[in-house]
């Protein structure tokens, strides 16, 4: 480790940086799921740049489209005006869309984060519908921009911050581990009471709440822990806030584009939302989001929503080929055969290790919760979350040559979101560090629960 390069960065760098406070390295090389550090070390990326890199590093198939658009003379930003990356981008674009949303979709470029299209679509939707409420779930995550902030699960980032936007009401998600309803209650009754509680909201003439300019919704909550939404609920979900004729926006960022085993993880469910968010991977790892919406609610003004790297053309470049990638190598039953082979690993994993909570997730998007199975239950009878256990975990993956990240209540998750290129030998090898790395930390487990109170750090 270069510690003098670190120590340098450490002082410049602002205290808000997060990924390099736990992966203390500093990385030179990259090669689909394989990067490098500068002391040629190699890893095993379950990062993935959060996602943004679907065909991870430097893919040759993208990296050559790049360098031909680099070398053809056309422009290299064009604000919202025609080029042809961007007419070709929106028709690869609009293939993948399924064809119900497809033939009445339109499509609104927007600044190149997943949080401004979630800001996109709050305007959108309040102007067309002309209400001021928004219904999210407990455990969002949809960006970090103030408003965003106003809508997220983690209490941590907002604690500091005041005035954040009012009417924005929290529903219980399906988070089936750790039912918001108790550990008595099972996986099919958790549904159920949440669809019973976004009923009864919508409904009830006083459950003090307006009706919602739209419902934001992750079919799998990523930063919150991996925690896959099932076919049914979302189809419930969609039934109730079409009688009630409340947009359903949902929230691609981390789960689209393949990473599910579906193009769009909504797809799972086979239902059509109103709206679709969608940033990191759509890029091909360069900075791109859009808002794909049904023409119906187009009733903005011309410059409603604007920004000056909206459709940056190197990722419009860079989109299309992993579109056109992903369909050519049929890259989604790769996505499937891989995922399902690291999730019964790590099942088997979770056979080994009594602190291994919960295995979960689909497809290339998997969470491992850690938990003190030997600690006294909480309030609604679930298990400590072994935060502490999960973060000395994550350190010792990094030594073993596996970079993870962690994340979920308490930041007792372990997530594994590889390139959806990653080799069944890769995922073997990703088991086989992990596996090292849990029986490692084993005397720590106890020690980390122990400095916990209710699974919070003390």
Not at 153 to 180: C, D, H
Not at 422 to 428: C, L
Request: with cysteine; hydrophobic share 40%.
């Amino acid at each position: 480790m270069n510690s003098e390069l670190l120590e340098s960065l450490d002082r410049r760098e602002s205290s808000a940086r997060t990924y390099s406070r736990s992966i203390q390295r500093v990385l030179n090389w990259g090669s689909l799921a394989q990067v490098q550090d500068d002391q040629g070390r190699r890893y095993i990326d379950c990062l993935a740049c959060a996602g943004a890199l679907p065909l991870g590093h430097n893919h040759p198939y993208v990296q050559q489209r790049v360098i031909e658009f680099l070398q053809s003379g056309q422009l290299q930003q064009a604000l919202d005006l025609a080029t042809p990356a961007k007419l070709r981008f929106m028709d690869k674009l609009f293939a993948a869309l399924p064809e119900t949303l497809s033939r009445q979709a339109k499509v609104q470029f927007c600044g190149p984060t997943g949080a401004d299209a979630v800001e996109a679509a709050l305007k959108l939707f309040k102007t067309a519908t002309g209400r001021r409420s928004v219904l999210v779930f407990q455990g969002a995550y949809h960006g970090m921009t103030h408003a965003t902030l106003g809508m997220m699960g983690n209490l941590a980032p907002k604690q500091a911050i005041s005035g954040m936007p009012a009417e924005v009401q929290f529903l219980p998600f399906p988070y089936t581990y750790r039912s918001p309803f108790g550990a008595q209650v099972d996986a099919q009754e958790t549904e159920r009471l949440s669809l019973a509680y976004l009923e009864n909201l919508l409904s009830d003439p006083e459950s003090g709440v307006n009706k919602p300019a739209m419902l934001l919704v992750e079919p799998i909550q990523g930063e919150g822990g991996c925690i896959p939404a099932s076919a049914e609920w979302l189809r419930q979900v969609r039934e109730i806030t079409a009688r009630h004729d409340v947009p359903l926006v949902v929230d691609e960022v981390q789960s689209g584009i393949g990473r599910s085993g579906d193009m769009f993880a909504f797809e799972h469910a086979g239902i059509v939302p109103d709206a679709v968010l969608l940033s990191k991977a759509i890029g091909g790892g360069y900075p791109l989001s859009v808002l794909v919406y049904r023409d119906e609610y187009d009733r903005w003004q011309p410059g409603a929503h604007a920004g000056t790297f909206r459709g940056n053309q190197i990722a419009l470049v860079s989109g299309a080929a992993t579109l056109d990638f992903l369909r050519e190598e049929n890259l989604l039953a790769h996505v499937r055969r891989t995922g399902e082979r690291l999730r019964q690993g790590l099942l088997a994993l979770q056979r080994r290790f009594p602190c291994i909570g919960d295995v979960r997730g689909r497809g290339l998007m998997i969470g491992v919760e850690l938990i003190d199975p030997d600690g006294a239950v909480d309030a609604l009878g679930h298990p400590p979350a072994a935060g502490d256990l999960a973060r000395a975990v994550k350190r010792a993956c990094l030594d073993e040559g596996l970079i993870i990240e962690s994340g979920g209540r308490h930041g007792a998750v372990l997530r594994f979101l590889p390139p959806l290129t990653i080799s069944e030998h890769e995922i073997d090898a990703i088991l086989e560090r992990l596996a090292r790395a849990l029986a490692a930390q084993q005397p720590a487990a106890r020690a980390a629960a122990q400095r916990s109170v209710g699974g919070m750090p003390a």
